[in-house]
């Protein structure tokens, strides 16, 4: 059964069409793109001693590109321009400046990470200056170089009594050759104290939430809480393991999707700014981990 069109409603038609042709392009497309978690994801790249006998197959860059992801943390490794070459591709890189080198074989009985083998972790303010200078430099000729990333921060300001006014060095170092770089910070769960963060707050751009024992998990939503409470306006990044170092073996499924599933609600509601995955040097470790969370972020 037809319906007669008005010579009213054409002319409203007409309008509504004229109207729509002369708005922005972007305002006319503008249906919300819905958030995918491979879009707010970061891997740890590059080989290292953890937990492991052999060194994995998964190299710089890889394990970002099997999660399907475009960002990745270069850990391990010297920041070179040779290795900037190799991610070329990626959207964003943060580059380690508190570096993990050093591999040495240990007596078969040591514990350690869990294998005879493992890596030192060089945190001195001198190491971190130089290393953030050569990115901060780096950075001017690979934008997608975007950030500086100082791995088990707290550990070493305690050990090494580094002052806050000390620290700023490093941050001054960050931004010398590019004052958009970005100062990412590693806190734990178990060091979320008000007290230990005093005047180094101010000092890091973006905090990177860890929770060492893969128990804990279930408390992902007050930690991140107490984190916004010492961090207030810091971006939060969730670190997430594929590997509990406390039970040295792969983090329990039902403990790995706990997390996941607080992390993918969390950037939906904008709780964090994203999540990052450690480490592509243990997908082939534990791979019933790794194959999980990857289809999981396709899924979402």
């Not at 279930?218 to 010492?230: G, S």
Request: aromatic share 10%; glycine share 8%.
């Amino acid at each position: 059964m037809s319906t007669a069109i008005s010579r009213r409603d054409l002319i409203r038609g007409a309008v509504t069409l004229s109207a729509a042709a002369t708005l922005p392009r972007d305002v006319v497309a503008a249906s919300p793109r819905p958030r995918r978690m491979a879009d707010e994801g970061w891997c740890w790249d590059g080989q290292a001693i953890n937990g492991q006998w052999q060194l994995s197959i998964f190299g710089a860059g890889e394990g970002t590109r099997w999660f399907g992801l475009k960002r990745c943390c270069f850990m391990f490794h010297p920041n070179t321009t040779l290795a900037m070459e190799k991610l070329r591709d990626m959207k964003e890189i943060v580059c380690e400046i508190s570096k993990w080198e050093g591999q040495r074989v240990e007596h078969p009985q040591y514990k350690g990470l869990g294998a005879p083998m493992r890596m030192n972790h060089d945190g001195r303010i001198e190491r971190k200056c130089r290393e953030a200078e050569t990115v901060s430099q780096l950075s001017r000729k690979y934008p997608n170089v975007t950030g500086a990333f100082d791995d088990d921060l707290y550990g070493k300001i305690k050990a090494e009594h580094i002052t806050p006014d000390q620290y700023a060095a490093v941050r001054r170092a960050v931004k010398s050759a590019n004052p958009k770089l970005k100062h990412w910070g590693v806190v734990y769960s178990h060091e979320l104290k008000k007290e230990n963060w005093a005047g180094f707050t101010d000092l890091l751009d973006v905090v990177t939430l860890w929770v060492w024992a893969s128990k804990d998990l279930v408390n992902l939503d007050r930690y991140v809480e107490q984190c916004r409470e010492i961090f207030p306006g810091k971006p939060i990044n969730i670190g997430c393991y594929l590997r509990d170092y406390t039970l040295l073996a792969g983090v329990p499924m039902e403990m790995l999707k706990v997390q996941w599933q607080f992390v993918c609600k969390a950037l939906r509601d904008g709780t964090i700014q994203g999540y990052s995955i450690l480490a592509g040097c243990l997908i082939d470790m534990h791979p019933e981990q790794a194959t999980w969370v990857r289809d999981f972020i396709r899924a979402n």
